[in-house]
Nanobody
Framework: QVQLVESGGGLVQPGGSLRLSCAASGSIFSIVAMGWYRQAPGKQRDLVAVITSGGGTNYADSVKGRFTISRDNAKNTVYLQMNSLKPEDTAVYYC???????????????WGQGTQVTVSS
């Protein structure tokens, strides 16, 4: 019912920057939160950042001060500005959106296809 299309990944040198975008389309109910996760080879998928419907944000300790999550409600799009990138940031980044249907009291969760971010010299 909902599709998430990610873009903005690529190869950058340590200390560089990237901006990821994730646009949601389809049958969209009330958005509770939008966030970014990442998964490095051989590791679990971990939360990077989340932004709630009220505008509050939370970040993983490893990215605090370097990454910024934001959203454009009119476009149903969430962004992740990544600065001062480190090799440890190399991973596939996935966007996630949580929706709530107040009429039917049902929650929904959707994932993007993932975009590769590689930080290397």
């Amino acid at each position: 019912q909902v599709q998430l299309v990610e873009s903005g990944g690529g190869l950058v040198q340590p200390g560089g920057s990237l901006r990821l975008s994730c646009a949601a389309s389809g049958s969209i109910f009330s958005i509770v939160a939008m966030g970014w996760y990442r998964q490095a080879p051989g590791k679990q998928r971990d939360l990077v950042a989340v932004i709630t419907s009220g505008g509050g944000t939370n970040y993983a300790d490893s990215v605090k001060g370097r990454f910024t999550i934001s959203r454009d409600n009119a476009k149903n799009t969430v962004y992740l500005q990544m600065n001062s990138l480190k090799p440890e940031d190399t991973a596939v980044y996935y966007c996630n959106v949580g929706l709530y249907d107040y009429s039917n009291s049902v929650k929904y969760n959707y994932w993007g296809q993932g975009t590769q971010v590689t930080v290397s010299s």
